[in-house]
């Protein structure tokens, strides 16, 4: 019996390839957005911390004027591990008006707060390497040279760097760059000049605070690693909390996806279940069939969207990673693929068992007849828009789409998350453009690339969801369309039917994202510790773009399912089964 | 003379698969303006193919269709669709209504796409409905009828608009003696309204209150014959709610 029930299963896939690629295709879409979200959703985790860690940083850091001081710091008691001091020289960026830096002498072998590279040669190299974001302040890249006042030196960069013990540059000044030691003599051979840093672990980290105040008065700048954080942590906070937004966003989206990819499985099942139950399978083999089917489409769904996610995922985590100054989080591994596939399979058998049981409720004979379930009555919705007068084809498109409403409710709630974080964006560029010019900002560069980017990857499942959703229309509907034709719609009525449907919900969609997208924005501002008295929304006008574009994106994505659907031909359609 | 509908050489082949169907092989017909005309055949003989082509519904592979003698083959879907409209009323075995439309909205929706005023429209369906004993299920949706009441709501649907030729394809088909028997007879008191009728059946019922029956075998006709002029009819509801 299992042959039989693989057999019918496999053979189920094939016979509805149309289904079972609206299956895969929704299904990849939604493990797709788990994978990125559980990578914006790790990169945005102890972003700091993987940085500390990546660098075995210093539980306390003290910059003396003297070796010998240094020294001595390193060996009181509680050290666990330390480093040769290293020796450091401030010096004015030439190019960059008064910018001043803090150049410090690497030896080859640097083992504690070591700067971890981000792009170009590993410090120490022959040239500057610099951190990044006083690179990005200077408009220095690899590859550029770096001038120093009242030095006949030319450092070419080489590479860039991040460090724990440095927040991001120009709230925290000066700017960090990292040479040679051998460099360092050349560029300050005063060594008078010279400061020295104690870079030390502790063996209880959590005494950092009791050792830097036990150092006498004068022993020079003490860190601890707390400062550290807590300096850190304040240029991570916005972006954390809008990755941890777009996280819960994204989740809610494939939550609605998956509901309607279900919902309209079930619909599509009944009759053949009643077809099954005629032949003499029982429910529990039936159930059984299914569940197999479903299994099988939700593995390969599983992998599919598992690549995508994992080949988007970089793109999202560089951007995260340099907004929160932290290492790039680890790559998506086994457990993102179990994190994907394990919801998606355990939703689409649980649709199955609902679908199955609902069905057998009916006998064989009604579900064979009636072809699909039976409709369920109108709502009130429905009631009061078929009192509105709508142009005819824009009527019977809403109509079909309310008929089954939970779906027109998801897939508007996807819509209207969508449009909220595109408000969302559209406020935090206001507050950007707002800034007065060359004021130094919390909010880094990458913020509002990786904020339009998560947008852009939510815009693309809301449009997969829509044209799948579309297409399920389309199947659900061959032989009505079939019948309108027949009664004389012309091929445009069709397809406008169901294009102006969907954009109807679009537009109520968006209008209810404006509010949401701006409660969004308040909420995240707020929590962010932001000043209510600097608070900038979008303006009206972009405001005004989402309700027009909404329907206008959601009426170019439908367009090809409509298409289909006006190009099927009359008496296949009323046939259709 | 000028014929409602005809058909010449008119021929159908399907690609399933890499295999051809010959489904029709060159069929002539002429059909005359008020006639009753039965098509008759065993399964597969091209019935409802040649329904289907003679409603603008598929695309012939061979021969020509003239609808008040125009060609209407050549004409694009949406040319074809409003030929429809006015001219062509169909009525199928499933009845077809849309589910998600109530029985009013069915019957009111030829009617708004032939441009009639919203209010116009729904007049003129209630009224129709009320003609053929539906009156009372307007509000309620399609799935709730039974099959004689879900065929007499198509079949209002296809008169709404008055068109000149409805066509059936087996319309009695799915219904129990006594609904197909009103249905028969709403079906020749629209032909005494003077409509003309083509209906493809397998009932002898029809096929005898026809006025021709032409039988289909194997894609082509293989008998034709004239029948004598049926007795008028009173519609079932008729006498029972007008004594």
Redesign the interface.
């Known amino acids: 019996m299992t042959t039989t029930l693989l057999k019918l299963a496999f053979a189920g896939i094939r016979s509805r390839r149309l289904a079972s690629g609206l299956t895969v295709l929704i299904a990849s879409a939604a493990a797709a957005a788990i994978v990125l979200a559980l990578e914006v959703g790790a990169t945005g985790r102890d972003p700091w911390q993987r940085t500390f860690d990546a660098a075995h940083g210093a539980h306390v850091l003290a910059l003396v004027d003297s070796q010998a001081e240094a020294r001595r710091i390193a060996t009181l008691p509680g050290v666990a591990e330390r480093d040769e001091p290293l020796p450091s020289a401030l010096a004015t960026v030439a190019s960059g008006g008064d910018d001043l830096l803090r150049l410090t002498g690497l030896r080859a072998r640097t083992r504690v707060n070591a700067p971890v590279r981000t792009e170009g040669a590993a410090p120490p190299a022959d040239g500057v390497v610099i951190e990044r974001s006083f690179g990005e302040a200077l408009g220095l890249r690899v590859g550029d040279t770096l001038r120093l006042a009242g030095r006949p030196i030319a450092l070419p960069v080489v590479g860039t760097a991040i460090s724990p013990s440095q927040p991001r540059y120009p709230r925290s000044k000066p700017g960090l760059a990292w040479v040679t030691r051998a460099m360092l003599e050349r560029i300050e051979p005063d060594r008078r000049r010279w400061s020295w840093t104690a870079a030390i672990r502790l063996t209880d980290p959590a005494a950092a605070s009791a050792f830097a105040a036990s150092l006498p008065p004068g022993a020079g700048d003490v860190q601890t690693w707390q400062d550290q954080r807590a300096a850190a942590l304040l240029d991570a906070q916005p972006a954390q909390l809008i990755l941890t937004t777009y996280t819960i966003v994204l989740l809610i989206v494939v939550f609605a996806v998956v509901a309607i990819l279900v919902g309209a499985r079930a619909a599509a099942q009944h009759r053949e279940i009643g077809l099954l139950k005629a032949v003499g399978l029982t429910p529990r083999q039936i159930t059984a069939m299914f569940a197999i089917e479903s299994a099988a489409l939700g593995l390969i769904a599983t992998v599919i969207g598992f690549t995508v996610g994992a080949l988007l995922a970089p793109t999202l985590a560089a951007p995260s990673a340099e907004t929160l100054l932290g290492s790039p989080a680890p790559a998506p591994s086994a457990w993102h693929l179990l994190a994907a596939g394990g919801p998606i399979l355990l939703v689409l058998l649980a649709g199955v068992r609902s679908s199955t049981r609902r069905s057998t409720r009916f006998s064989a004979l009604h579900a064979i007849q009636s072809g699909a379930r039976p409709p369920t009555p109108r709502s009130r919705l429905a009631r009061a828009v078929a009192r509105v007068p709508l142009p005819l084809a824009l009527s019977l498109g809403v109509k079909d789409l309310l008929a089954e409403r939970r779906r027109a409710l998801r897939l508007g709630g996807a819509i209207a998350l969508t449009g909220a974080a595109i408000v969302f964006a559209l406020s935090m560029q206001a507050s950007l453009d707002a800034r007065p010019a060359g004021e130094p900002s919390d909010v880094t560069d990458e913020l509002p690339v990786l904020v339009y980017t998560l947008d852009v990857v939510l815009l693309a499942i809301t449009a997969t969801t829509l044209v799948a959703v579309a297409l399920l229309s389309v199947r659900e509907r061959i032989r009505d369309y079939g019948v309108l034709k027949t009664i004389g719609l012309t091929p445009r009525q069709i397809a406008s039917s169901l294009v102006g449907a969907h954009a109807a919900v679009a537009l109520l969609a968006a209008l209810v994202a404006i509010p949401a997208g701006l409660g969004l924005y308040r909420i995240v501002y707020a929590i962010a510790g932001g000043d209510n008295a600097d608070l900038v929304l979008a303006p009206w006008w972009s405001l005004a773009l989402v309700p027009i574009g909404a329907p206008l994106f959601v009426a170019a994505v439908t367009g090809l399912p409509a298409r289909l659907a006006s190009r099927i031909p009359a008496a296949d359609a009323v046939r259709y089964e | 003379m000028t014929y409602v509908l005809e058909a010449r050489g008119l021929a159908k082949t399907y690609d399933t698969g890499g295999a051809e169907v010959l489904a029709l092989r060159g069929v002539d017909l002429a059909v005359e303006r008020g006639e009753f005309l039965a098509i008759m055949g065993p399964s597969g003989s091209g019935k409802s ?1 040649l329904l ?1 082509l003679l ?1 603008g ?2 695309r012939p592979t061979a021969g020509e269709v003239r609808l008040d003698g125009d060609r209407i083959d050549r004409l694009s ?2 040319e074809l ?2 030929l ?3 001219k062509i009323g ?1 009525v ?1 075995q499933f009845f ?6 109530s029985v009013l ?1 069915n019957v009111e ?2 009617l ?3 441009g009639r005023g ?1 209010k116009q429209a729904r007049a003129s369906a209630v009224e129709l409905l009320s003609e053929l004993g539906v009156g009372d299920k307007r509000a309620v ?1 399609p ?1 709730l009828l039974s099959g004689g009441q879900q065929q007499r709501v198509a079949l209002a ?1 296809a008169l709404a608009n008055t068109p000149g030729i409805v066509l059936g394809d087996e319309p009695t088909g799915n219904l129990d003696s006594a609904a197909a028997r009103e249905v028969l007879a709403l079906l020749r008191a629209a032909r005494e309204r003077g409509r003309t009728l083509l209906v493809v059946t397998h009932d002898a019922r029809v096929a005898a209150a026809a006025d021709r029956v032409v039988t289909l075998r194997d894609g082509l006709v293989s008998d034709e014959t004239e029948l004598e002029p049926a007795r008028p009819v009173a519609l079932p509801f008729e006498s029972a709610e007008r004594p």
């Open positions: 193919t289907n409603a519904l598929d879907e949406t669709a409003r429809r409209r006015r169909f199928f077809n209504l849309v589910p998600n439309l909205e929706l030829p708004l796409l032939s919203r949706a799935a649907r």
